[in-house]
């Protein structure tokens, strides 16, 4: 064995050849791995934005900053902030119309409209400086 080293017969080109694919091959399927997943998470993000898209159509009267401030009871009856007791009356009775059990409306959403009116009414009672505006 000391006779190959000594005749310099070792590290020939098939011996550089196999360590350079090794190499390579070490340091290459990580970077591979790197660029796909790279390549995956672009489209996760295409995807992603087309989502939020049709989210952000799903509700074309509100921006995001009403929603955010706007208490669930008086988005649901479509309003926003400001707005007052008149206006969510006025848009508890045209939801009624459609939501009461007795016009063929579904039992269950008639009373959590009937929640959703009187937790507004409370909230616009106990914050008097509090106004609704109506979202069409």
């Not at 509100?62 to 208490?71: D, F, K, Q």
């Not at 008149?86 to 119309?97: G, P, S, T, W």
């Amino acid at each position: 064995m000391s006779e190959l080293f000594q005749r310099g017969a070792w590290p020939d080109g098939v011996d550089f050849l196999a360590l350079s694919g090794f190499v390579a091959l070490v340091l290459g399927l990580p970077a591979l791995g790197y660029a796909s997943m790279y390549v995956d998470f672009r489209a996760y993000l295409r995807s992603l934005s087309r989502v939020l898209v049709k989210a952000a159509a799903f509700f074309p009267g509100m921006p995001g900053w009403v929603r955010a401030e706007t208490p669930r009871c008086i988005a649901a009856l479509g309003l926003s902030l400001p707005c007052t007791e008149e206006d969510i009356l006025q848009a508890y009775r045209q939801r009624v119309k459609r939501l009461h059990p007795d016009l063929g409306g579904n039992k269950q959403q008639f009373l959590r409209l009937q929640s959703h009116f009187e937790q507004s009414i409370r909230y616009l009672r106990q914050r008097p400086g509090a106004f609704c505006a109506m979202q069409d």
